[in-house]
Structure formats: C-alpha cells, structure tokens
C-alpha cells in the first residue's frame, strides 16, 4: 500500500502565501532568503510537505515577521507557539520591570510612556500624568487605559490643545496606516484606525494611506492652553532581539522639550508636584 503524504494545514498554507505575498516576494526569493530550494517552498505552499518548527522559524525570520506572527505560523501547522507572551496582570520578567521603572524615572521631569502595540498606555512617569491633567478637555471621559492616538484625534482629550492639529493628526494617521499595511493580520490596529477616522472633522481623504508623503525624521509638536505653551520632540524606543511577544511589542516614547519655556515649565510641575 503507498504511503499516504501528511499534507499541511490549509491555514499554515494560506498565511505562508499571504506573507510571501505581503512581503513582494516569489518562492525563488524566500526560497534564497531561507536556503532552501524553491521545489521545497512550492510543496510547502501546495501542501506535500509538512514543515518542521525549525524551517516554520527559518521562514518566519526571512519574511520579517513578528514573534506574533510567527506563532501564528507555528499554530497554523498545528505546532507548540515558541515565543511567549507576557499577560499583562502578570508583568514583565523581572529584569525588563527594572529596567522600564529606571527609564521611567531618569526621564523626569519630562514625561515618557511606555505603549502596546495599539498604542494604549501601559505605564507612565509623573511628569506625563502632570502634562495629561493640564491638556485634557474632559478629563472625565479619558480611556482606561488612555491611548495615544485617541487622544489626538478625541476632542474630548488633546486635541483642542494640538497646535497645528491638522498636520499632527495627518502625520501622526500615515505612520499607524503604513504600520498597518505591514501588519495585515493586526485586527485591532485596523479598528484603531477606524476608530479614529470616525471622530468629527477627519477629512475624507484622510481614509486612503497616503504612501507618498513624507515622513519626518523628527517629530515635534506643541500643546497650547491658557496662555501656556510647551513643544516637545518625541522620540520611540523599542527593545532590541526580544524573545517575548509582549516586550517586543512596547513602544517606549520620550519627550524632550524643545526650548527653555518648556524645560522651565516641567520642572517646575516636578516641584509644585
């Protein structure tokens, strides 16, 4: 009797082509880009021959993709995820909180927050929580956990006081939209994006990623609100090779006053603290 060949999943299938797809390549690319021969990436993709967890990894690291997503590609051949994902009531491996608490407080007193993939605000200094309370127009109706993109475009929040507020918003939208196109299977970044789109006074064009516009090296922006006026430029730090979903996944902003009125004027937040 001929042995029958354990065919792949047709999940794992789907996402392998998806993600060749998503990334512009042919199977003699990633084929190349993972050193295997591009008759074993055909079979893979038709389904006469089954993946190891190795080769899954191999592939995952050659296409570029999350340690999310690799899971992902490990669950769809019916495999064991690799990577973990801290539960956030459980916290982060000890070393990483200490560090996080340390970046947290050299950082005053000038905020910096630490942010999940959806950009909800998993943690922060006293001087973002000074900032927060001054540039909030109803500081009843903020998010539990605040996000920051909501804030920019929720008039309830910040955005009456974002000096410029079209550019910002506009800026700030194309960055999430081609974060997005790189991240197709992030449901919930994609509903943030909707989320936002719906708020009152979002232009129409603002609906379609603008893929042609240029995106700053630097970003400043200024808040502006009873005679006070503080311009920060920002910056985003991730952690480099990490080996857990969740710590991959923090974005880490810090902002850094652009002129002395500014600096004056958080420090002297500390010190009224």
């Known amino acids: 009797m001929a042995r029958k060949t354990q065919r792949t999943s047709p999940l794992f299938r ?11 390549m042919s199977q003699l690319d990633l084929a190349v880009a993972a050193n295997v021969s591009g008759r074993h990436i055909s079979f893979l993709e ?10 899954i990894l191999r592939l995952g690291v050659s296409l570029d993709l999350d340690l999310r997503d ?4 490990l669950a769809a051949a019916g495999l064991q995820p690799v990577f973990p994902e801290s539960l956030p009531e459980e916290g982060l491996a000890a070393p990483v909180e200490r560090a996080l608490e340390r970046m947290l407080q050299q950082q005053e007193p000038y905020p ?9 605000l998993v943690r922060m200094n006293q001087a973002t929580a000074r ?17 920051a993109y909501r804030s920019i475009f929720d008039p309830r929040q910040a955005r009456p006081f974002i000096v410029d507020w079209p550019l910002v ?9 081609r974060e997005a196109l790189g991240r197709p299977q992030d449901d919930e970044l994609r509903a943030l994006i909707s989320e936002l789109l719906r708020y009152p006074d979002v232009p129409a064009d603002w609906h379609q990623p603008d893929l042609d516009r240029t995106m700053e090296p630097m970003l400043t922006f200024a808040l502006a609100r009873d005679g006070v006026r503080l311009e920060f430029l920002t910056t985003l730090t991730v952690f ?7 710590l991959q996944e923090l974005r880490i902003e810090s902002y850094f006053p652009v002129d002395p009125e500014t600096e004056a004027f958080c420090r002297k937040l500390a010190e009224d603290a």
């Open 131 to 147: 900032v927060m309370s001054l540039f909030v127009a109803q500081p009843g109706e903020l998010d539990a956990p605040p996000n």
């Open 112 to 120: 910096m927050a630490i942010m999940n993939r959806v950009y909800d």
């Open 240 to 246: 480099n090779e990490p080996r857990d979903v969740t």
């Open 14 to 24: 789907a996402l392998l082509k998806h993600w060749r797809g998503a990334r512009g």
């Open 70 to 73: 690799q899971n992902e590609l």
């Open 169 to 177: 918003a506009r800026d700030a939208l194309a960055r999430l939209q």
């Open 46 to 55: 038709t389904g006469r021959a089954q993946p190891s967890r190795d080769m």
